[in-house]
């Protein structure tokens, strides 16, 4: 699987964008972008994945550039419960389907 | 509908001792997965398993095991507790390749 980098950590504004970005410029065609946040030690949350296309749900969208080495991924009006790590993964879908996980972006939404 | 249920939450066991760490989940999910998380680390794949019957090792398997004997449980078991298994271990399963993951809520685990 390719590997991702991210920044380690941003600050947003209550209520503003948070835009996250990811860099996976080894990535290859047939893998998925995935996103998920641990919030302050619980289980992580699967946010969104996508493989070429911009994709959105009711908790974020996801940007992937054309050319596909890199994406951003956009809580559009963050709120407080939003602070948390925040993890990008390049994915084949294989036999295992395993994800592997980085050090991720830790997000801090301030008031 | 409880989706992925782990226990215990909490434990501390001395140098030497056994465990079984459970994990359940009720979503008739092929797939599942046990992880380990260090303080201010990622999360690190300890084994897996794609259906009931099968597993497989991950990134740092070497003092645990497991079994899947039905589908819905996904056993860790730690054979001869050290301390550098002290950790939280994170349970995780998953319908098919195509989705993400529903993660436990994990074990907080300390060799003493």
């Known amino acids: 699987d390719a590997k991702t980098t991210q920044p380690p950590s941003m600050d947003c504004a209550e209520g503003r964008a948070a835009n996250l970005p990811c860099n996976h410029s080894t990535i290859s065609g047939n893998e998925y972008v995935y996103w998920y946040r641990q919030i302050h030690s619980q289980g992580p949350q699967y946010i969104i994945h996508g493989l070429k296309n911009n994709e959105t749900n009711e908790m974020a969208s996801l940007i992937i550039t054309e050319d596909r080495k890199s994406s951003t991924l956009i809580l559009p009006h963050a709120t407080l419960r939003d602070t948390a790590v925040y993890y990008c993964?390049?994915?084949?879908?294989?036999?295992?389907?395993?994800?592997?996980f980085g050090t991720g972006t830790s997000l801090t939404v301030i008031p | 509908n409880a989706g992925v249920t782990q226990t215990p939450k909490f434990r501390v066991l001395k140098t030497g001792q056994s465990m079984t760490l459970l994990c359940a989940q009720d979503?008739?999910?092929?797939?599942m997965y046990w992880y380990r998380q260090d303080p201010g680390m990622g999360l690190r794949l300890i084994h897996y398993s794609v259906g009931e019957g099968t597993t497989a090792k991950g990134e740092v398997p070497d003092g645990y095991n497991v079994s899947r004997l039905k589908k819905q449980n996904f056993l860790l078991g730690l054979e001869s507790a050290a301390p550098s298994q002290t950790s939280v271990y994170f349970c995780?399963?998953?319908?098919?390749?195509?989705?993400?993951?529903?993660f436990g809520s994990g074990t907080r685990l300390t060799v003493v």
């Open positions: 979503m008739n999910h092929e797939y």
């Open positions: 995780a399963s998953m319908l098919t390749g195509l989705y993400g993951y529903t």
């Open positions: 993964i390049v994915r084949v879908q294989n036999t295992g389907n395993q994800f592997y």
